[in-house]
């Protein structure tokens, strides 16, 4: 249910800057986490273990 929370967040994700994100990803995979993510703002994607990712948001300069 990761993607359907982030999905449900957007409008937060989209205003905040300064955001970070660990998120199990064992079950539902990183490339949904990723996509889900990456379709509402830029981010950084890393490993924390064998079960979770990061995902830190990168502000652009316009």
Known sequence: M???????????I????NITFVIEDKLSGKDPIKETLSSIAHFEFGKVDEFN??????????
Do not use: D, M
Not at 14 to 17: A, D
């Open 2 to 12: 990761e993607t359907e929370v982030l999905r449900g967040a957007t409008s937060f």
């Open 14 to 17: 989209k205003n905040y800057p």
């Open 53 to 62: 990712i990061f995902a830190k948001k990168i502000n652009q300069i316009l």
